[in-house]
């Protein structure tokens, strides 16, 4: 019998209503859709608007379509990994805030905070419990509510990120469909280029705080899009070697999607046809661990059965990774 995979069973994504467009953020900021589209891709993102809705609500519209689609019982999942960076709270986890609000009474839950790559570390967290033997069905969500931390008066951050994320079953499988494989990065000394200061243990959040604007995502973007584009395609091809495998031989590359031209960048230094490259930059920006999620249910439609996929991203921290999976369905 071939050893236990932890396979993904179903994915269901979720973004708010709100379209914020460039040409809107043309009226807000000193920038121009043609300086967004040609330096990112982005065309527009989703923003959650509803008054006291966050993390946690979008969390439940993901879980309960991946419930209902998997025809799973919410009784039977035993744990929700949620990776994101912008929480209902400080604490407690909004894991188990989603699990209250979707009606989860027989797991535990946390959360990860890995930045862009919380996904992959999460999915990997979630996968390992299920390769163990020790559970059977756990949900892994990756999302996250950027227009909470950003500062829409600062071009260089507002343009870029956006609001969504999607939730995926992990499911045992024996036949070699799943999380084949991962190879995972940090970096402290990242902290120094993409942070958010205020309101943690260094800097609590006070008068001086906000007003210093220490509550917004602080980005130096050069040096980070330097290091996403070394990071990435470092452990692409670590992936490639250690699994003695080619690009032939891998149906779809899943980028992060920070920067069309970073997406770019890797799919060109792994020789990847970019028609097998999953992109939806252009119409939610970069979501942040919400990211991975949202391709795969985008381009759900398009899956196979056996179909071989690299997962990639790169984030805050420094953090960094890929993974490879075997599509189960
Ligand atoms: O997901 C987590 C990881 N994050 C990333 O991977 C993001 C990595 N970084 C990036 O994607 C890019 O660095 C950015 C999109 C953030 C910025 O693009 P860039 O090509 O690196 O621009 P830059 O920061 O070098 O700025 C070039 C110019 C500057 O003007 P000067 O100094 O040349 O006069 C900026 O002030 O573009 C200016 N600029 C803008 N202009 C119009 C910066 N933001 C804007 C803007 N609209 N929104």
């Known amino acids: 019998m071939s050893k236990t995979l ?7 994504g979720y973004v708010p209503e709100y379209v914020l467009t460039n040409k809107e953020l043309e009226q807000m900021v000193e920038t121009s859709d043609d300086w967004i589209t040609s ?29 209902e689609k998997t025809n799973t019982d919410p009784a039977d999942i035993e744990l929700v990994i949620c990776a994101t960076v912008t929480g209902d709270m ?25 930045a862009c790559s919380g996904f992959l570390f999460a999915l990997s967290s979630g996968a390992t419990y299920i390769e163990s033997g020790r559970l059977k069905k756990v949900i892994v969500i990756g999302l996250d509510v ?30 070699g469909f ?4 991962s190879v995972f990065r940090g970096d402290g000394n990242g902290r120094h280029f993409l942070n958010m ?36 395609t470092e452990t692409v091809q670590q992936i490639f070697d250690r699994n003695n495998i080619t690009k ?6 899943v980028p992060h999607q920070a920067n069309m031209r970073i997406i770019n960048s890797v799919a060109a230094f792994a020789d990847f046809p970019m028609e097998r490259v999953m992109v939806n930059i252009h119409r939610y920006g970069n979501t942040t661990a919400g990211t991975l999620p949202l391709c795969l249910w985008d381009y759900e439609d398009q899956l196979k059965k ?20 075997k599509w189960a369905y």
Not at 6 to 12: L, M, P, R, S
Not at 178 to 181: A, E, K, L, S
Not at 200 to 209: A, V
Request: include cysteine; hydrophobic fraction near 40%; proline fraction near 3%.
């Open 178 to 181: 799943g999380v084949i494989d």
């Open 248 to 253: 032939d031989e891998i149906d779809w590359l």
């Open 90 to 114: 400080k604490f407690p986890d909004t894991a188990n805030i989603i699990c209250d609000k979707a009606g989860i009474n027989n797991a535990f839950g946390y959360d990860i905070n890995a």
């Open 146 to 175: 950027m227009s909470s931390i950003i500062d829409y008066k600062d071009r260089t951050t507002c343009v870029i990120f956006g609001d969504g994320g999607g939730a995926v079953l992990l499911e045992p499988n024996d036949e």
């Open 197 to 232: 200061k205020g309101g943690g243990s260094l800097n609590p959040t006070s008068e001086e705080t906000v007003k210093n604007g220490m509550h917004y995502v602080f980005q130096d973007g050069r040096p980070v899009f330097k290091a996403a584009v070394k990071g990435m």
């Open 306 to 325: 056996g179909d071989h996929l690299i997962l990639t991203a790169f984030g805050g921290g420094f953090t960094w990774g890929s993974s490879l999976l």
């Open 39 to 67: 330096r990112t891709g982005i065309k527009e993102r989703r923003i959650l608007k509803d008054k006291g809705k966050a993390a946690s609500d979008m969390g439940v519209e993901m879980v309960k379509g991946l419930l």
């Open 6 to 12: 932890a396979a993904i069973t179903g994915v269901h």
